[in-house]
Structures are given as structure tokens and as C-alpha cells.
Nanobody
Framework: QVQLAESGGGLVQAGGSLRLSCAAS?????MGWFRQAPGKEREFVAA????????FYADSVKGRFTISRDNAKNTVYLQMNSLKPEDAAVYYC????????????????WGQGTQVTVSS
């Protein structure tokens, strides 16, 4: 069972930046980020492949967010720039070890989430 631990959430003003981190207890094939705002369904944000480094983003964050990973540390990062109030949500890290296309949103392991609040 892979354990995921997110960190880096907090309060930021609109237009500001935050960097989220997610450390996995062991190697994983693909890691991703999702978010869920109050009263809304959880939505995909970004994903990255361990082997190829290929990334995939939701249209809503493309050009503002960057996902990266440090395979030596089994850690994935989400650099969030130009934050908007609508980016406020609980951000969840996810991982899987089953081979799927990078845009597939099925994951096997989930973190507890970290809160991101964006003030206008």
C-alpha cells in the first residue's frame, strides 16, 4: 500500500504562488494532482509519468501550474502561479502503478489533501 503525504498548502493572495509537494512511500508509475472545492466534484489538475516525464494538465491550469517530480525522492511537486480565487480547493495527490494513458483519471492511491485558499 503506497502512502502519500501532501504539504505546502496555505493562504495566498490572488496572483500569488504556492508550491505543493507530495512524498510517496515507494516508487509509483504515474502521479497526479486533483482538487475539490466546497460543493463541487473532485477534478483533475495535472499528472506526470515517472519513466518518460510526460505531463498532462487540465485546461483550467495550463500555463499557470507546473507539475514535476524527483524520482530519487519519490516526490511530486505542483508549482502554482498566477493563482485565482477559483483555484481555492483541497488539493489531493494521487498515484498509480498500473499502466494507463497519462490523461486517464483512475488512480489507486490517494493522499489526505492539503488546503489552498486564495484571497481576492
Amino acid at each position: 500500500q503506497v502512502q502519500l503525504a501532501e504539504s505546502g498548502g496555505g493562504l495566498v493572495q490572488a496572483g500569488g504562488s504556492l508550491r505543493l509537494s507530495c512524498a510517496a512511500s515507494e516508487r509509483t508509475f504515474t502521479m497526479g494532482w486533483f482538487r475539490q472545492a466546497p460543493g463541487k466534484e473532485r477534478e483533475f489538475v495535472a499528472a506526470i509519468s515517472r519513466t518518460t516525464g510526460v505531463t498532462f494538465y487540465a485546461d483550467s491550469v495550463k500555463g499557470r501550474f507546473t507539475i514535476s517530480r524527483d524520482n530519487a525522492k519519490n516526490t511530486v511537486y505542483l508549482q502554482m502561479n498566477s493563482l485565482k480565487p477559483e483555484d481555492a480547493a483541497v488539493y489531493y495527490c494521487a498515484a498509480r502503478n498500473t499502466p494507463k494513458l497519462i490523461w486517464e483519471e483512475s488512480y489507486d492511491y490517494w493522499g489526505q489533501g492539503t488546503q489552498v485558499t486564495v484571497s481576492s
